[in-house]
């Protein structure tokens, strides 16, 4: 029996589609809140990466020019509150981009729905012009995951510029103060400013600590041990007596009711981030105030109290910028695989440009995987994961505008597998023990490998044994390096043929001489340029200014010190401890406008004098970067600048007229010369008369004359190398 067709009217289709649309909805955000779910550790509700999730890099632009009113936008903080609504924040800045102290605003945006839509932009600190200017600047969001409240940690300051260098200051407008607002709802609404000046100042540190601001971005909560739960904040603070800046952890214990600063850790130091490791250490990743190069790093075991001596982490490049640093697993068990896995986003260039995520397997040991998110211009940036478990990343492109990004572990395309040595190479034929990891994932097949270096240096290919998850595998490639190979990095790329592709690793080895071999290669320029203007005669104990560019040729930085005999104002003043390597690696001493502005100076002797010049002649020593007095040079060097040019008075003997027949003979006289030098000699405005020296050292010229073109006197001169007396003398012709 068939049953009738009935035809639904307008009202009940849209109802009916209106109640399949919602059940579809919510049974979607239903798997949503599984998922984050099964991303979160019970209490707490940070989100991990989501391995499944595949989406493409995104972006959109979230601040220009003239956003909310502001004619720069500045210095991104995101993170992601316990009930996944993303929250954005940066400096709005009036009229000009400049730093505090001017009247900076901080203002943020929310998105619910991960990053696709946002809100309209609002004010959270707001800054006064004058005359009673305050402002805020660089945020960074500290979320407690146990509590759900949110900090945000700024600068305020009225009328003093980081980095406050005076101690001595009392009035509160002077001072750089260290403050944060606090959100209970998620981000919607903030209250504050609350000061934390006192904290980062305790006796007897406000003696020597000054400036301070808090590093831009995110900071964390701790996950394991027995600091679980700590809140920490990372600063950057100003040491008057070193004149240098230094890093320091602000956190609390108590859900930010009170709050501590730990030990400061530098020199050289700048904007900081942290990250908790899978064994509980605390990770500090510093962008370098001294130039030299790659980033600071030091590891504290006590939550950020205190910390190791900073090591240098040169393979992330960097151009002095701030950068981001987390976990890309943050809920993973501790000592999980899952828990050594981090995130570090900066702009791995010499300038700020090629915007790059780069990911580690081993808790920063190694960064084996990279890939470019902004090949363009890109300054700071700092990431966070979101509830869909994907990762956000709000960053500066081009001034001034704030950009966010967003993409998926599997758009980063991370294998882990890393490979290392720490072999040791020398001159001629060495065996470089290469090792192959698999930290995560599946098997690996049999494969094959080979090397390749500067100058054509090759090796391999060898083959390479099937690798299981979690192993790896020690390789011995043959390799042979040229007899003239100097000490030093050498950099080699590495080509792992496997499963059908091709993965290139960078393997940086160190060359090292056996006893008895010496470097060939110079290590340091030294260009000698003279500064004095010359003069028409010298004397012995005259002074001849300099001034030198030196400059470092080796592949890591050095000490370069000038030995100073002979020389005044060349040491200590032309030394430079740690030089960097190019292209920043050079330096100008006793050049007006540079440091050392007093010129070096070489003291003229009689020797020189005698001679009729001199060239001016440097001895350098390079040495290790921490040698600071060259205790044990690598190599000595010898330099030398332009001839200078010695001149002398030129005889001139005036022979009275008097008594003298009209036409008569002078007779001019060398004795004492070196043999072969030429001298003209001439009198009055005559025609000169060269002669050349014999090999006794003697010479005569006779010189027929006309007393009346001499007038009184019968002026004789000499020029040329004139190194012995000269005398004239009249004689019946």
């Given at each position: 029996?068939s049953?009738?067709c009935?035809l639904?009217g307008r009202p009940?289709?849209?109802?009916?589609l209106?109640?399949i649309?919602?059940v579809?909805?919510?049974?979607?955000?239903?798997m949503t809140?599984?998922r984050a779910?099964?991303?979160?550790?019970s209490g707490?509700?940070?989100?991990?990466?989501?391995?499944?999730l595949?989406?493409d890099?995104?972006?959109?632009?979230?601040?220009?020019?003239?956003t909310?009113?502001?004619?720069?936008?500045?210095?991104?903080?995101?993170?992601?509150?316990?009930?996944?609504w993303?929250?954005?924040?940066?400096?709005?800045r009036?009229?000009t981009c400049?730093d505090?102290?001017?009247p900076?605003?901080v203002?943020y945006?929310i998105s619910?729905d991960?990053?696709?839509?946002?809100?309209?932009?609002?004010v959270?600190?707001?800054g006064?012009p004058?005359?009673?200017q305050?402002?805020?600047?660089d945020p960074?969001f500290v979320v407690?995951?146990?509590?759900?409240r949110i900090?945000?940690f700024?600068?305020?300051s009225?009328?003093w510029a980081?980095?406050?260098?005076d101690?001595?200051?009392?009035?509160?407008?002077?001072v750089?103060?260290a403050?944060?607002?606090?959100?209970?709802d998620?981000?919607?609404?903030?209250q504050?400013?609350?000061?934390v000046?006192d904290a980062?100042?305790?006796?007897?540190?406000h003696e020597?600590w000054?400036?301070?601001f808090?590093?831009s971005?995110?900071?964390i909560?701790l996950?394991?041990?027995?600091?679980?739960?700590?809140?920490i904040?990372q600063y950057?603070?100003?040491?008057?007596v070193?004149?240098?800046?230094?890093a320091v952890?602000?956190?609390?214990d108590d859900?930010?009711?009170?709050w501590?600063?730990?030990a400061?850790v530098?020199p050289?130091?700048?904007?900081n981030?942290?990250?908790?490791?899978?064994?509980?250490?605390?990770?500090?990743?510093?962008r370098?105030?001294?130039g030299?190069g790659?980033?600071y790093?030091?590891r504290?075991?006590d939550?950020?109290?205190?910390?190791?001596?900073r090591t240098?982490d040169r393979?992330?490049v960097d151009?002095q910028?701030?950068?981001s640093i987390?976990?890309?697993?943050?809920?993973?068990p501790?000592?999980?695989?899952?828990?050594?896995?981090?995130?570090f986003?900066?702009?791995?260039?010499?300038s700020r440009?090629?915007?790059?995520?780069?990911?580690?397997?081993d808790?920063g040991?190694?960064?084996?995987?990279?890939?470019?998110?902004?090949?363009g211009?890109?300054?700071?940036?700092?990431?966070?994961?979101?509830a869909?478990g994907?990762?956000g990343?709000l960053?500066?492109?081009?001034h001034?505008?704030?950009w966010?990004?967003?993409l998926s572990?599997?758009?980063?395309?991370?294998t882990g597998i890393?490979?290392?040595?720490?072999?040791?190479?020398?001159?001629?034929?060495?065996?470089?023990r290469v090792?192959?990891s698999n930290?995560v994932?599946?098997a690996?097949p049999?494969?094959?490998l080979s090397?390749?270096?500067?100058?054509?240096?090759?090796?391999?290919?060898?083959?390479?044994p099937a690798?299981?998850?979690?192993a790896?595998?020690?390789?011995?490639?043959?390799?042979?390096?040229p007899?003239?190979?100097?000490?030093?990095?050498?950099?080699?790329?590495?080509a792992?043929?496997?499963?059908?592709r091709?993965?290139?690793k960078e393997l940086?080895?160190?060359?090292e001489?056996?006893e008895?071999?010496?470097?060939t290669r110079?290590?340091?320029d030294?260009?000698i340029?003279r500064?004095?203007?010359?003069?028409t005669?010298?004397?012995?104990?005259?002074k001849?200014?300099?001034?030198?560019r030196?400059?470092?040729?080796a592949?890591?930085?050095?000490?370069a010190?000038?030995?100073?005999d002979g020389?005044?104002?060349?040491?200590p003043?032309?030394?430079?401890?740690?030089?960097?390597?190019?292209?920043?690696g050079n330096?100008?001493?006793?050049?007006?406008?540079n440091?050392?502005?007093t010129?070096?100076?070489?003291?003229i002797?009689?020797?020189d004098?005698?001679?009729?010049?001199?060239?001016?002649?440097m001895?350098?020593k390079?040495?290790?970067p921490?040698d600071?007095?060259?205790a044990?040079?690598?190599?000595t060097?010898?330099f030398?600048?332009?001839r200078v040019?010695l001149?002398r008075p030129?005889?001139?003997?005036?022979l009275?007229t008097?008594?003298?027949p009209?036409?008569t003979?002078?007779v001019v006289?060398?004795?004492?010369?070196?043999?072969?030098?030429?001298?003209s000699v001439q009198?009055g405005?005559?025609?000169?008369?060269?002669v050349?020296?014999?090999a006794v050292?003697?010479?005569?010229?006779?010189?027929v004359?006309?007393?009346r073109?001499?007038?009184?006197a019968?002026v004789?001169?000499?020029?040329?190398?004139i190194?012995?007396?000269?005398?004239?003398?009249?004689?019946?012709?």
């Amino acid at each position: 029996m068939s049953h009738p067709c009935t035809l639904l009217g307008r009202p009940t289709l849209i109802r009916l589609l209106l109640t399949i649309v919602t059940v579809i909805a919510v049974t979607l955000l239903g798997m949503t809140a599984a998922r984050a779910e099964e991303r979160t550790r019970s209490g707490l509700q940070s989100f991990d990466l989501d391995r499944d999730l595949n989406l493409d890099w995104s972006t959109q632009k979230l601040a220009d020019r003239d956003t909310a009113g502001f004619t720069c936008s500045r210095i991104p903080a995101l993170t992601t509150a316990n009930n996944g609504w993303v929250i954005a924040a940066w400096d709005g800045r009036p009229g000009t981009c400049a730093d505090a102290p001017q009247p900076n605003s901080v203002v943020y945006t929310i998105s619910k729905d991960n990053g696709v839509t946002w809100s309209d932009v609002k004010v959270m600190a707001q800054g006064n012009p004058n005359p009673d200017q305050r402002g805020f600047s660089d945020p960074s969001f500290v979320v407690d995951r146990e509590t759900g409240r949110i900090f945000s940690f700024f600068v305020m300051s009225y009328d003093w510029a980081w980095p406050q260098r005076d101690r001595a200051v009392t009035d509160p407008r002077h001072v750089m103060h260290a403050v944060y607002f606090h959100s209970d709802d998620n981000g919607e609404t903030w209250q504050g400013p609350t000061e934390v000046t006192d904290a980062l100042n305790p006796a007897p540190a406000h003696e020597v600590w000054t400036g301070r601001f808090a590093a831009s971005g995110e900071g964390i909560q701790l996950k394991y041990g027995l600091h679980a739960g700590r809140l920490i904040q990372q600063y950057t603070v100003y040491n008057t007596v070193s004149n240098d800046y230094w890093a320091v952890s602000l956190f609390s214990d108590d859900h930010g009711a009170t709050w501590q600063a730990g030990a400061p850790v530098g020199p050289g130091m700048d904007e900081n981030k942290v990250v908790e490791l899978s064994d509980g250490t605390v990770m500090l990743n510093s962008r370098k105030s001294d130039g030299t190069g790659g980033r600071y790093v030091a590891r504290s075991t006590d939550g950020g109290a205190t910390w190791s001596e900073r090591t240098t982490d040169r393979s992330l490049v960097d151009p002095q910028n701030n950068a981001s640093i987390i976990r890309a697993f943050p809920n993973a068990p501790q000592g999980s695989a899952e828990a050594k896995i981090l995130l570090f986003s900066n702009s791995a260039a010499a300038s700020r440009t090629n915007g790059t995520i780069r990911v580690s397997f081993d808790d920063g040991q190694t960064w084996s995987d990279s890939k470019v998110f902004e090949p363009g211009a890109m300054s700071y940036s700092t990431m966070t994961i979101l509830a869909d478990g994907s990762l956000g990343i709000l960053y500066e492109r081009a001034h001034p505008t704030i950009w966010f990004g967003k993409l998926s572990w599997k758009w980063l395309a991370a294998t882990g597998i890393t490979v290392t040595s720490d072999t040791v190479v020398h001159r001629g034929a060495n065996e470089v023990r290469v090792t192959i990891s698999n930290p995560v994932g599946e098997a690996l097949p049999a494969g094959e490998l080979s090397l390749a270096g500067p100058g054509g240096l090759a090796a391999g290919p060898v083959a390479v044994p099937a690798i299981d998850a979690g192993a790896t595998a020690s390789i011995a490639v043959p390799l042979t390096l040229p007899d003239d190979a100097d000490p030093g990095e050498l950099k080699l790329e590495v080509a792992y043929s496997v499963d059908g592709r091709v993965i290139t690793k960078e393997l940086p080895l160190s060359i090292e001489l056996r006893e008895g071999e010496t470097i060939t290669r110079q290590l340091l320029d030294v260009t000698i340029t003279r500064r004095s203007e010359p003069q028409t005669q010298y004397r012995a104990g005259d002074k001849v200014a300099f001034w030198v560019r030196v400059s470092n040729r080796a592949d890591q930085p050095v000490t370069a010190y000038p030995v100073g005999d002979g020389w005044e104002n060349l040491f200590p003043a032309c030394r430079w401890v740690n030089l960097p390597t190019q292209p920043r690696g050079n330096y100008s001493c006793g050049l007006t406008g540079n440091s050392g502005k007093t010129p070096p100076t070489y003291t003229i002797t009689a020797e020189d004098i005698a001679r009729g010049w001199f060239v001016p002649t440097m001895t350098w020593k390079v040495a290790a970067p921490q040698d600071r007095e060259a205790a044990q040079p690598i190599q000595t060097l010898t330099f030398t600048g332009d001839r200078v040019e010695l001149p002398r008075p030129q005889p001139r003997i005036e022979l009275s007229t008097a008594n003298v027949p009209r036409r008569t003979v002078i007779v001019v006289k060398l004795s004492d010369f070196a043999a072969q030098e030429s001298v003209s000699v001439q009198v009055g405005d005559r025609g000169a008369k060269e002669v050349t020296v014999d090999a006794v050292g003697r010479a005569t010229v006779r010189l027929v004359v006309d007393r009346r073109g001499c007038g009184d006197a019968c002026v004789v001169t000499a020029t040329g190398e004139i190194s012995g007396p000269v005398t004239a003398e009249y004689r019946r012709g």
